[in-house]
């Protein structure tokens, strides 16, 4: 008992970091991911495997920029793999849904079983805050060629995060996107009141600077 404990306990912590867009060298993910103390974890420990699925994504990340085919493969598949048991004993569980629909955009896979996995991560967890500031830096730039349902849903998501509060998250996204895509952003800005439409303009010059 007390050693699987200090096992959740590790992959916890790095869950935070991670979520809290903390920097690991690669190397030192790679350790995490391949530890004793990975394997022995549970399928529905789902904190310790989010945790993993985040480190084979920057993994996967890294090894394609680099051209390493072969280790993107293999965090690739380790991740696929993973993420059907997490979701197998937590099928509520949003981000490991977003996260699999990162990891089709990586493969390059833009299909109606993709765009699936990313409505699966709005049913089940729409309204989330960290979840949604996530979801909608990865959304965003795909909202032009997602299907209808889909494109109200981020845009929409958009809005509420300046709503709520988010509006450095929200800048991100815009100057992030497109002039198209921003001209569809530029919509639902329209539709807020004047202060939070404010709140978004200090925020986005802010960034720019």
Known sequence: M???????????????????????????????????????????????????????????????????????????????????????????????????????LLHGRLDQQTFALLAMSYDTSPNEAWISIRRNIVATPLVLIVPQPLQSRILSEFQQLIRNGFQDEAARSYLSASTAIRALLQTKIEQLEPSSQKRLSDAITRSKL
């Open 2 to 104: 007390l050693p699987g404990s200090a096992a959740a306990d590790r992959f916890w912590s790095l869950e935070n970091k991670l979520l809290h867009f903390d920097k690991f060298e690669p190397e030192l993910l790679a350790i995490e991911v391949n530890s004793s103390a990975a394997s022995s974890l549970s399928d529905c420990d789902t904190h310790s495997q989010t945790a993993l699925l985040v480190a084979e994504m920057h993994l996967a990340e890294a090894a394609l920029r680099k051209g390493e085919l072969r280790d993107f493969e293999v965090y690739s598949q380790s991740m696929e793999s993973r993420s059907k048991r997490v979701l197998s004993c937590a099928p509520r569980s949003s981000y490991v849904w977003l996260l699999a629909f990162s990891l089709e």
